[in-house]
């Protein structure tokens, strides 16, 4: 009896580290400025039948409207209520999609940004995207309502200047956001609030933004305050799922483990670093791949959300740095998103963007601001679908391209799987396997790969989905013959536009 109470407490207390997602599904792809109907289509004709575990949608709050510069994308990361109409679409429309996510089997989690709401120029009037009034200046937002008591003015009125300081970085105002006091039990009560009415709508979770600058203990206290999900598509208790943005590279006074407790990190280094391994910056190698995870100084993976990139990051916000591989090297960015897939670490989320003209000056891009496709009157575009599948007007749909679909699918039949059969040229050439489901061989070299492996799977031939497709009994793309031994011979030029290959259980011809 004992036993069971103590491990009944254990399962409440890891419940928020658990996505949510249908059993086997174990990607979630963050469609970046999605309008909720796309979405809602997106669920069921595309991220249901190949394998997607869930989506990340941008902020449903209502927010500033900003047109100097012209609707920027981060103007929804600056709050004017909880109000549920954003750039993506109404209530209705979020309800809706959220509704028919669910009934296909793909969990949303909700990008929250409570932290903070406009900037302290924000001004005044009903630029929002609800259409209520409010005055930044005097910080009143009637639509919460909070009014300037609800802030930390008390603690801090400036910008946060010294990261250094953990008092500056979690009590004074990022980048001029006002910072809301969520020591005070009544800002905890109207986060919470809003935070409830999703997860009454159907939502399996949240991606909490700016966590670092919060103290973990008013976290707790809120988190503590949300329900369980709604039972039409969870089980009865289910708590939600938490992933925290901390951005810890190392060397800050803020560390991505004091939020362990609470629910996923962002682990920032896993692109950061896989983006130097990949470009071959630093001296690095993917035969050093071999201990990459926890042995690269990562946190641990049972913590862990792990990306190639992120909205923030892909435009040099954020932290990381050149390093990161995003659409724009679109080559080297597969091996990155197939490495990720393939490997055990962590819970993965694939980014789909949206192009727009990026202006570099000394490194730094002067339209880093720049908002989704949008109308002439500023309001986000349709995602349109090409005959061949891809997306038109700007929208890139990583999530589409056939070598990340294909290793998402990879990672769902791998599931549980563990990291074997380790090889590695002791140069930019490897290969694992997980368990006896999968295999990947790697060429990221400048010459040939010609080598036998033993792969761990078992005896037949087996599909590329690399390369191409299985169809029935038929693959559009390369064959591997794998021996009664378990060992297959491998060829990959350094030149093909695609220089990695994997096989799975449900590959097998
Ligand atoms: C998950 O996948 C594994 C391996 O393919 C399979 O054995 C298991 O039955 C699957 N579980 C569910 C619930 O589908
Ligand atoms: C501005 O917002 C207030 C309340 O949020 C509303 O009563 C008023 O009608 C709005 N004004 C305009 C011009 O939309
Ligand atoms: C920044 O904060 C740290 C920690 O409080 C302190 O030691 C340091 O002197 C501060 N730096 C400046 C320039 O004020
Ligand atoms: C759960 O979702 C269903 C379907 O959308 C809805 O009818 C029901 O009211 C929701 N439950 C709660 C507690 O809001
Ligand atoms: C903005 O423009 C689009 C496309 O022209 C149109 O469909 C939409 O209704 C407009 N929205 C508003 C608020 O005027």
């Known amino acids: 009896m004992k036993l069971l109470i103590v491990a009944v407490f254990i399962g409440l207390c890891l419940a928020q580290h658990n996505p949510n997602t249908k059993p086997n599904r174990t990607s979630i792809v963050h469609l970046f400025e999605w309008r909720w109907a796309d979405i809602a289509e997106e669920c069921e004709r595309y991220l249901a039948p190949n394998g997607y575990g869930g989506v990340q949608i941008s902020p449903p709050s209502e927010s500033i409207v900003v047109t100097n510069p012209w609707h920027p994308w981060w103007q929804r990361y600056q709050p004017i209520s909880y109000n549920l109409c954003s750039r993506s679409g109404t209530e209705e429309e979020l309800k809706d999609m959220i ?16 932290n903070h709401m406009c900037g302290a120029s924000g001004g005044e009037g009903n630029h929002s995207s609800c259409g209520s009034y409010f005055n930044a200046n005097k910080e009143d937002f009637p639509s919460v309502p909070y009014s300037s008591w609800d802030f930390n003015d008390n603690k801090c009125r400036t910008d946060i200047e010294n990261y250094s300081d953990v008092f500056q970085v979690r009590d004074c105002r990022l980048v001029s956001l006002l910072d809301l006091a969520l020591e005070k039990d009544y800002v905890r009560g109207k986060v919470a609030e809003y935070m409830n009415k999703l997860i009454d709508m159907g939502v399996a979770g949240f991606r909490v933004d700016a966590c670092k600058h919060m103290w973990p203990g008013d976290l707790h206290n809120v988190y503590g305050r949300l329900k369980s999900l709604n039972t039409t598509w969870f089980l009865p208790g289910t708590k939600p799922f938490i992933y925290q943005e901390v951005i810890d590279l190392g060397g800050e006074s803020v560390k991505a483990s004091e939020y362990f407790e609470l629910g996923r990190v962002t682990e920032f280094k896993h692109s950061a670093k896989l983006g130097t391994v990949i470009r071959k910056w630093d001296k690095e190698k993917l035969s050093y791949l071999k201990s990459w995870g926890e042995g690269w100084g990562f946190m641990p993976s049972q913590k862990a959300m792990v990306f190639v990139d992120n909205h923030d990051n892909q435009r040099g916000h954020g932290a990381g740095g050149a390093s990161v591989l995003t659409f724009w090297d679109s080559r080297l960015y597969k091996i990155a998103s197939g490495l990720m897939l393939a490997h055990p670490y962590g819970v993965t989320i694939v980014m789909s963007s949206y192009r727009w003209d990026r202006h570099l000056v000394n490194g730094k891009d002067q339209n880093d601001w720049m908002g989704p496709p949008s109308n002439a009157n500023g309001s986000t575009k349709a995602v349109p679908i090409n005959p061949d599948s891809t997306c038109g007007d700007k929208w890139i749909c990583e999530h589409r391209w056939r070598q990340i679909r294909n290793m998402v699918i990879f990672r769902n039949v791998v ?20 368990g006896s489901k999968g295999f990947i061989v790697i060429n990221n070299d400048d010459c040939e790969l010609n080598v036998m492996l033993d792969t761990g799977l078992p005896v037949g031939t087996y599909c590329d989905v690399i390369s191409g497709d299985k169809s029935g009994d038929r693959c559009t793309g390369k064959r591997v013959s794998v021996g009664s031994d378990g060992r297959a011979t491998f060829h990959i030029s350094h030149t093909e536009e695609d220089p990695f290959i994997a096989l799975h259980a449900d590959s097998k011809l």
Not at 99 to 114: E, F, H, P
Not at 415 to 434: E, K, M, T, V
Request: glycine share 8%; charged share 15%.
């Open 415 to 434: 599931n549980g799987q563990p990291l074997s059969n380790w090889w590695d040229n002791g140069n930019n050439q490897i290969a694992f396997s997980r």
């Open 99 to 114: 509704t028919r996510c669910n009934k296909v089997g793909l969990s949303i989690y909700v990008d929250a940004v409570i």
